[in-house]
């Protein structure tokens, strides 16, 4: 199965995807995170992104499509896969389109999680991370037990350096821009499916499941 979560940055598809992905019994496969990875141990790859990702660009889709397509020949998306931050442009939605026609394969479902600009500057000023496991937290939404520290595994939690109000504000041109069309894109494919997001995380993450048939 071939899911994609869809939405502004700071919707939610971190948050959910951990839920989606055991649920269906797909590997989570996040973009922005594979990106972070390779910056954070310097991989060419990582050197040619880091200027994109600070500025809150896109990756050109070159970059980012043999990167993806390269991670989805890994043995852990045999059963299918849920893809967070992928596609952000029509061009990475057809790439995905053809090489999945090539496997036999073809995107199942987008759900697309819809929250509103003032709710994501929001959430995004208050985010919190944890470095080892990639856990997401929010500092008065859903606060760690203890500050500064993951209750899933104890490691260090820190703030994006794209979350910073300014790159935060070009993300979400970004988003209008180049990442919006997919809406249409995937409408027009009869597979999008749209959830509010602007209710709390478990009441999405109940919503979610059920358009998907997952629940
Ligand atoms: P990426 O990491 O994909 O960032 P994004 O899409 O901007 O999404 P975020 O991770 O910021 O938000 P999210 O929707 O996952 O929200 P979260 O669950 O954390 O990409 C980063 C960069 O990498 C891009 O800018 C680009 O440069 C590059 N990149 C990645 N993919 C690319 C691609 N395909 N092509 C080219 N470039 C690419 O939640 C946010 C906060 O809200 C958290 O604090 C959370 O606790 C809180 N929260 C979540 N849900 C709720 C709720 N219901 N109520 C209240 N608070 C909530």
């Given at each position: 199965?071939?899911?994609?979560?869809?939405g502004?940055?700071?919707?939610?598809?971190?948050t959910?995807?951990?839920?989606?992905?055991?649920?269906?019994?797909v590997?989570h496969?996040?973009?922005?995170?594979l990106?972070?990875?390779?910056?954070?141990n310097?991989?060419?790859?990582?050197i040619q992104?880091?200027a994109?990702?600070?500025?809150g660009?896109?990756?050109?889709?070159e970059l980012?499509?043999?990167?993806?397509?390269?991670?989805?020949?890994?043995?852990?998306t045999q059963?299918g896969?849920?893809?967070?931050?992928f596609p952000?442009?029509v061009?990475?939605?057809?790439?995905?389109?053809?090489?999945?026609?090539?496997?036999?394969?073809?995107?199942d479902?987008?759900?697309y999680?819809?929250?509103?600009?003032?709710?994501?500057?929001?959430?995004?000023?208050?985010?919190?991370?944890?470095?080892q496991c990639?856990?997401v937290?929010?500092?008065?939404?859903s606060?760690?037990?203890?500050?500064?520290?993951?209750?899933?595994?104890?490691?260090?939690?820190?703030?994006?350096?794209d979350?910073?109000?300014?790159?935060?504000?070009?993300?979400l041109g970004?988003y209008t821009?180049?990442?919006?069309?997919?809406?249409?894109?995937?409408k027009?494919q009869?597979?999008?499916?749209?959830?509010?997001g602007?209710?709390e995380?478990?009441?999405?993450?109940?919503?979610l499941?059920?358009?998907?048939?997952?629940?």
């Open positions: 199965m071939i899911l994609i979560l869809l502004p940055p700071g919707a939610g598809k971190g959910q995807a951990a839920l989606v992905s055991k649920q269906a019994g590997a496969v996040a973009t922005g995170d990106f972070r990875e390779n910056i954070r310097q991989t060419e790859l990582g992104a880091k994109f990702v600070d500025k660009a896109l990756v050109p889709d980012t499509v043999r990167m993806l397509l390269d991670r989805l020949d890994r043995p852990d059963k896969v849920l893809l967070d931050g952000r442009t061009e990475q939605a057809r790439a995905l389109d053809q090489a999945l026609a090539k496997r036999g394969q073809t995107v479902k987008v759900l999680i819809n929250v509103g600009e003032e709710e994501v500057v929001r959430r995004l000023a208050g985010r919190w991370t944890c470095r990639g856990a937290y929010h500092q008065t939404f606060p760690p037990k203890k500050p500064g520290v993951c209750d899933n595994c104890g490691g260090e939690l820190y703030q994006r350096d979350d910073k109000p300014e790159t935060v504000r070009n993300r970004v821009r180049q990442t919006a069309p997919l809406i249409d894109y995937y027009g009869d597979k999008l499916l749209e959830v509010n602007e209710k995380a478990d009441a999405v993450g109940k919503d499941l059920e358009v998907a048939g997952l629940a």
